[in-house]
Structure formats: C-alpha cells, structure tokens
C-alpha cells in the first residue's frame, strides 16, 4: 500500500474505529489508487485524500411520528452530504432498521465515485433512517415520511441535494417525500428523483439500476466474446433491483435461477420466466409478501429458509442485489466450485473484501457495484435534466441513452485499469476513474 493512503487510513482508524462499513469502503478505494498518487503528487500536496473521506456535511435529527394506534415513535433521521466537486449531492435514502451513520457514510463515499462514473454532473450523498417500514400501514408510511421531511425539506433542493430511493424507499416513499417538501418550500422543484410519471418522473427510472447492471454483465461477458444467451443466473434479492434484473436477463435469453429475500432464497431450476416474474411484482411491490410464497404458487422452486442463493446450484454468473456483505469468502469459493465466472454487482458493496480476493485470485470477471449499478443514479440524473427542461422524453430515448452510459463506464473501467498497469481489473478501474475526475474539480476550486 502507498505511504500517503497507509497514513489517511491509519488516522481514519484511530478516529472512528467503530465505522467498520466505511472503513471498508474507503480502504478498497484508497488502495486501488496507489499508482495514481505515485504517478503525481499534485494529490497528497493538495490533501485530497484526507478532504475526501470527510463528508463535507453530516444532518442528524430527529423523526417523531405516531403509528395507527396513536402511539408515538421516535427515529433518527440523517443525511450525509459528502461532496460536491462536481455537482449537486446525490444519492439515495435508505430506510431499514439496521441505519446507522457508518452505513450511510459508507453508502455516500461509493456515491460519490459511482457518481463521478456516470459522466453526469452529480456529487454524492446519502441518507435515510432506522425506520422498519415492514408491516406498517400506508397511513403510518406517510406520516414517518412527512415528519422525515419537515427537517430535511431545509438541508435540500434542486442545486443542493437531490435524494431518490435506496433500500425501503419506492415510488410510494418518493411520493410522500415529495408532497410534503412542495408544502414546506410551495415550490415544485426537481429535488427528488424516482417520481411518478404523472409528476415529473422519468420513463425507465424504475428499471434503470437492474437493466444497468445486466448491460454492465453483457459488455464483461463480450470481452469473453461470450453472451447472456443460456447463461445460468443467481440474483439476490427481490425488491427493485432484483426485479429489473431478472426481467432484463429474461428478455436477454439468460436462465435467472433465484431471488430471495432476508427471510430466504428460492431456486428454481426451470428458470424465473415473465409469468412467474409478474407473480414477485405483484407479491413484493402490491403484497408486501415474502419470497417463500414463490415457491408455494411454483412447484418447480425450492424454497430455502435463512440461505442465501451463492453455492446452492450451477450458475455462470452471479448478480447480488441485495445488501452489503451479502457473499463472503466460503459463499465466493462456492459460487467458484460451481461454475460462476462472472460477478456483476447491483447492490452496493455486496461482496466483502475476502470475498473480492476469491475472485482475484481466481481471474474471474468482477464488477464493483460503484459501476456496475450506477444506472440507478444515472438515471436519476437524466430525471434531473428533462424536469430542468420541462420535457419528457420516450422510453426508448431514456433506455438508450441509459445503455450509452453503460458502455461508457464499463470503457472508461477498462481503460483507466490499463492504464495504470492493472489492465481488467474494474474495481481498480471504476476507483481511479471515478476518482480522478473529482479529484481534478476539488483542486480547481481551491479550499
Ligand atoms: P428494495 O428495498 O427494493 O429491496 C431490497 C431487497 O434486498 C429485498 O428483497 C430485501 O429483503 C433484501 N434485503 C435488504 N436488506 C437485507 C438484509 N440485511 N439481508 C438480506 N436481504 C436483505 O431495495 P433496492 O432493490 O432498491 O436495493 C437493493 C440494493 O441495491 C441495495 O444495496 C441498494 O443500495 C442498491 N442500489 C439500489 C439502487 C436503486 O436505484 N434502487 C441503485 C444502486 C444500488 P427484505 O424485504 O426481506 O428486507
Ligand atoms: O445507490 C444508488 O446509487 C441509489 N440508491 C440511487 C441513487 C439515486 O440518486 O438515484
């Protein structure tokens, strides 16, 4: 490792050694960068490093809200603005009971780079809440949201910081969020993207992170000059991630094998097709249900309690889209001994970095969520350019251009790793890339 990260990482350590998510998340960054900082010192003497692993803003409130029964609750609500070289703070809000400020620094820190990936003018932030929306009412949703965003309507806006969905927050959420900020601010302004169609929204938002990712695999597989065609899938997950990859590796002529939830994993050897796909859309976005019920409606599925979908059966590729940490070192090797030769990530730092040594060593295709699920944002920050504009555009304008990103990310991944003497290597790649850029803009506007 180079001096001058060993140092930032040492001191970042001793500082909040209790941060354990974003100590992994700024460590796999820092360390992809040594050939950089090597190559030009116009980093360390600027102090770069050190200014980007410290959000440039951190909000912390409270959320007071009352359940159906009239009972108060009381949640913590944050939001971590974490840079703004080049452009507005973006990125989502997560809501589920395990929040905390490690995970959304953590989160903010990969948004800022993915972020700087997706060629749009977008600085990263993230934030969110300890709030478990599972098993509350419409009625109890709302009024969390509207008292989340009686505080937070104040530390945002359209040129400040723009928030869309993460884990637990939907286009129900976003709408919430949304009429309530309007009443605070009565102004309709462009401030959160992953809205209605009806109100501002774009066309192919929903689909953006999980088509994305799947473009993302199908470009690593035709450097192998291999395609999706036949391929076995393992997809973790069944909320919007999971889904769109799933409908996406359908069309693509893949055999998506599973999804799952944090209760289990269904296996279903036939192949997830539209007909069972459109039974999970029903089942998690109108039911709210769990995964457990595919495999009652579906004789063709096994259903297996507490078990994650890595090693259970053969497969080609492996797309977690569920949450961090979701593959370890054992789950790696297992994907390995069973075929898998491509891991293309749609959550966020779901491969720990054990896990990311399994498949180094093992020369496998790897991609780290920061590109290969950058879609979502990106996406996002088409949603921001056609509300800037007053004017929507078609799907098929919306997917190309969303494809287009895709491909520009997964080249300019490859080239940077080449460059700097790691060539295939997209996790090395995606880093140096994402960081130059801001890099570049936090030196031309001084301090
Ligand atoms: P959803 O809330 O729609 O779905 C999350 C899915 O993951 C659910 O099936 C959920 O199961 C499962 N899950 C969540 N937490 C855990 C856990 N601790 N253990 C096991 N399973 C879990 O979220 P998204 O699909 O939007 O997000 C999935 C991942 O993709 C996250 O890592 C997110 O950060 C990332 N991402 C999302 C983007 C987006 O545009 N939405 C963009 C880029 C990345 P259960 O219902 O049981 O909780
Ligand atoms: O992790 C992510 O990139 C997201 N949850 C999407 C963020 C966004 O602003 O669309």
């Known amino acids: 490792m180079n001096k001058y990260v060993a140092k930032v990482m040492e001191d970042l350590r001793a500082k909040q050694p209790w941060e354990k998510e974003f100590l992994q998340a700024a460590e796999e960054v820092l360390s992809s960068l040594t050939a950089v900082l090597d190559a030009d010192p116009v980093y360390e003497k600027n102090k770069i490093l050190e200014r980007m692993v410290v959000p440039e803003r951190v909000i912390l409130f409270q959320v007071p809200w009352a359940d159906d029964k009239g009972e108060i609750h009381v949640n913590q609500g944050y939001r971590v603005q974490f840079n703004s070289a080049i452009g507005p703070y973006k990125g989502g809000l997560r809501f589920h009971p395990s929040v905390n400020l490690s995970i959304l620094k953590f989160l903010g820190f990969e948004q800022v780079f993915k972020n700087s990936l997706t060629t749009l003018p977008m600085g990263g932030g993230k934030g969110g809440s300890n709030f478990d929306p599972k098993g509350k009412t419409d009625n109890e949703v709302r009024n969390f949201c509207n008292s989340f965003m009686r505080e937070l309507y104040r530390h945002i806006g359209p040129n400040t910081d723009v928030p869309a969905g993460d884990i637990g927050v939907g ?6 969020l949304f009429g309530q900020y309007k009443r605070c601010r009565n102004s309709y302004d462009s401030v959160l993207t992953g809205k209605g169609l009806e109100w501002g929204g774009s066309l192919i938002r929903p689909e953006a992170t999980g088509y994305g990712n799947t473009y993302f695999a199908q470009e690593m597989l035709a450097t192998k000059g291999q395609s999706f065609e036949g391929k076995r899938v393992l997809v973790s997950g069944s909320g919007n991630v999971a889904q769109y990859t799933v409908e996406k590796l359908i069309q693509l002529g893949a ?5 799952s939830d944090s ?18 859309f029903d089942l998690k976005n ?12 579906f004789p063709t599925a096994k259903y297996y309690e507490g078990k994650r979908p890595w090693g259970l059966t053969k497969a080609d590729v492996a ?13 790696a090797k297992d994907l390995i001994a069973n075929g898998c030769t491509c891991v293309s990530e749609g959550a966020n730092m779901p491969s720990t970095p054990e896990a990311i040594e399994v498949y180094k060593a093992a020369k496998i295709l790897y991609a780290p969520g920061k590109a290969s699920n950058a879609g979502g944002v990106a996406t996002s920050g088409l949603e921001m350019s056609q509300n800037a504009i007053r004017l929507s ?28 003497g790691t060539p295939g290597d997209y996790m090395n790649g995606a880093n140096i890339a994402g960081f130059k850029k801001v890099a570049a803009a936090m030196i031309a506007q001084g301090f």
């Open 171 to 176: 286009g129900r959420e976003i709408g919430y």
């Open 255 to 259: 055999k998506p094998l599973s999804m």
């Open 263 to 280: 209760n289990g994993t269904i296996i279903d050897e036939d192949g997830i097709d539209e007909e069972k796909l459109a039974f999970v």
């Open 286 to 297: 109108n039911k709210r249900g769990r995964i457990s019920e595919y495999a009652k409606k």
């Open 319 to 331: 797309m977690p889209s569920a949450t961090q940490n979701e593959i370890d070192a054992q789950n």
């Open 393 to 420: 555009w078609t799907r098929e304008e919306v997917d190309e251009k969303l494809h287009n990103i895709m491909r520009s990310i997964h080249k300019n991944a490859l080239e940077a790793a080449a460059e700097y």
